[in-house]
Protein backbone atom coordinates (compact mmCIF):
# COMPACT_ATOMS: atom_id res chain seq x y z
CA UNK A 1 0.00 0.00 0.00
CA UNK A 2 3.03 1.69 0.97
CA UNK A 3 4.55 1.51 -2.37
CA UNK A 4 1.61 2.11 -4.28
CA UNK A 5 1.05 5.58 -2.49
CA UNK A 6 4.30 6.56 -3.21
CA UNK A 7 4.34 5.46 -6.84
CA UNK A 8 1.52 7.84 -7.45
CA UNK A 9 3.03 10.76 -5.47
CA UNK A 10 5.89 10.67 -7.75
CA UNK A 11 3.63 10.44 -10.78
CA UNK A 12 1.61 13.22 -9.90
CA UNK A 13 5.02 15.69 -8.68
CA UNK A 14 6.47 14.29 -12.52
CA UNK A 15 3.27 15.63 -14.35
CA UNK A 16 2.97 18.91 -12.94
CA UNK A 17 6.54 19.59 -13.65
CA UNK A 18 5.98 18.58 -17.06
CA UNK A 19 2.95 20.55 -17.20
CA UNK A 20 4.47 23.92 -15.19
CA UNK A 21 7.46 23.48 -18.39
CA UNK A 22 5.41 23.80 -20.84
CA UNK A 23 3.69 26.82 -19.30
CA UNK A 24 7.19 28.69 -19.28
CA UNK A 25 7.86 28.00 -22.74
CA UNK A 26 4.29 29.06 -24.61
CA UNK A 27 5.29 32.83 -23.60
CA UNK A 28 8.68 32.29 -25.31
CA UNK A 29 7.75 30.70 -28.55
CA UNK A 30 4.85 33.13 -28.62
CA UNK A 31 7.39 35.92 -28.68
CA UNK A 32 9.57 34.14 -30.79
CA UNK A 33 6.86 34.41 -33.66
CA UNK A 34 5.88 37.36 -32.98
CA UNK A 35 9.12 38.41 -33.83
CA UNK A 36 9.40 36.41 -36.88
CA UNK A 37 5.90 37.89 -38.02
CA UNK A 38 7.27 41.45 -37.53
CA UNK A 39 9.99 40.43 -39.78
CA UNK A 40 8.41 39.28 -42.26
CA UNK A 41 5.31 41.82 -42.67
CA UNK A 42 7.63 44.67 -41.99
CA UNK A 43 5.70 46.54 -38.95
CA UNK A 44 5.85 49.45 -37.35
CA UNK A 45 6.57 49.27 -33.26
CA UNK A 46 3.45 49.96 -32.68
CA UNK A 47 2.03 47.24 -34.49
CA UNK A 48 4.41 45.21 -33.13
CA UNK A 49 3.47 46.04 -29.66
CA UNK A 50 0.11 46.15 -29.76
CA UNK A 51 0.61 41.86 -32.01
CA UNK A 52 3.05 41.45 -28.91
CA UNK A 53 0.35 41.99 -26.14
CA UNK A 54 -2.63 40.06 -28.25
CA UNK A 55 -0.39 37.07 -28.71
CA UNK A 56 0.56 36.88 -25.36
CA UNK A 57 -2.59 37.11 -24.16
CA UNK A 58 -4.20 34.11 -26.72
CA UNK A 59 -1.42 32.02 -25.41
CA UNK A 60 -1.53 32.43 -21.58
CA UNK A 61 -5.33 32.19 -21.11
CA UNK A 62 -4.85 30.51 -17.66
CA UNK A 63 -3.03 32.96 -16.69
CA UNK A 64 -5.97 34.61 -14.64
CA UNK A 65 -6.74 30.73 -12.73
CA UNK A 66 -3.10 30.78 -11.92
CA UNK A 67 -2.86 33.80 -10.23
Do not use: H, W, Y
Amino acid sequence: MKRLVLTLAVALVTALSASAQRLANIQVEARFITDKMVLELGLSNVQRNTSCSSTSAISMPSTAIAT
